[in-house]
């Protein structure tokens, strides 16, 4: 976006749909995503995991505690295991039945469709079955990578340096920007042939932060946004690519870039 003059206003951000938007559905669900979809989400985001015998499936938390009405640890667990968990009756009767996705439906779910999937790499070594899987749909111009872990980040560039990539990064509570600044540099330095998409969570995003990144030819894509005053104001910061679990908040919002 950086071709685009600074103040040109847009008729909406890039949306993207924190676990599908579970500010209206159980997270990382199908029902979710589908939701999320119909919605108008630019990008629908996820949580890449690995079961005990080697599938990968979608699921934020290590442990199936939260979401499900299951017990343990997603890697202590088989697929069978997993596929038996309810993933929707916690969060209301009307969601009963959802299962816990598998990696390859979330895929086949979107393929073709006008939506980028935005995958997290939240275990660590799942990047080369990862992009294997996306390759095997034939979807790497669809899907955007992400990471906290670097080590992912650098083996999926490694793989396939087509595919665009995000390096996650948390600067803690409370973080200067200065400190802000100091990460984005470093991600920099490792992320030379990579996508230049960045996040930033916690508190508040300042414009000034935000034009470092638009000059770098960065994204400026953060997370998450749940609070509909903050959210504005960090659109007026420069934010263009929200990460948000309310994705219904977003579809007609002109903001300027
Ligand atoms: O998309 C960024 C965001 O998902 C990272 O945080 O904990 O929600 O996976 P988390
Ligand atoms: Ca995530």
Excluded: C
Excluded at 94 to 109: D, H, I, M, N, S
Excluded at 138 to 158: A, C, P, R, W, Y
Excluded at 228 to 256: A, F, K
Aim: net charge negative; charged share 20%.
């Amino acid at each position: 976006y950086s071709q685009y003059p600074e103040n040109t206003i847009v008729q909406r951000p890039i949306v993207a749909a924190h676990r599908g938007v579970p500010s209206l559905a159980p997270e990382n669900t199908m029902a979710g995503y589908q939701l999320a979809y119909e919605l108008g989400a630019d990008l629908i985001e996820t949580d890449v995991q690995r079961t005990k015998d080697g599938h990968l499936i979608i699921m934020h938390d290590y442990t199936v505690d939260r979401t499900t009405n299951g017990t343990g640890n997603v890697a202590d667990l088989t697929l069978e295991q997993i596929r038996a968990l309810d993933a929707g009756i916690k969060y209301g009767p009307e969601f009963a039945g959802e299962k816990v996705p598998t990696f390859r439906e979330y895929l086949q779910a979107f393929k073709g469709k006008d939506v980028v999937l935005l995958v997290e790499l939240k275990a660590t070594d799942v990047a080369e079955q990862t992009m294997k899987e996306i390759e095997e749909e034939g979807m790497t111009d669809q899907v955007l990578i992400q990471s906290f872990h670097l080590g992912e980040i650098i083996k999926s560039d490694e793989v396939n340096p087509q595919v665009g990539i995000g390096y996650l990064f948390s600067a803690g509570v409370p973080a200067t920007t200065d400190a802000k600044l100091k990460n984005a540099q470093q991600m920099l330095n490792y992320a030379s042939g990579m996508n230049a998409t960045l996040n930033a969570s916690y508190g508040s995003i300042s414009k000034e932060f935000t034009t470092y990144m638009r000059q770098r030819g960065m994204m400026n894509m953060h997370w998450t946004f749940r609070n509909e005053q903050h959210l504005g104001n960090q659109l007026e910061q420069g934010v263009i690519g929200p990460i948000t679990d309310y994705t219904q908040w977003l579809t007609d919002v002109p903001i300027r870039l």
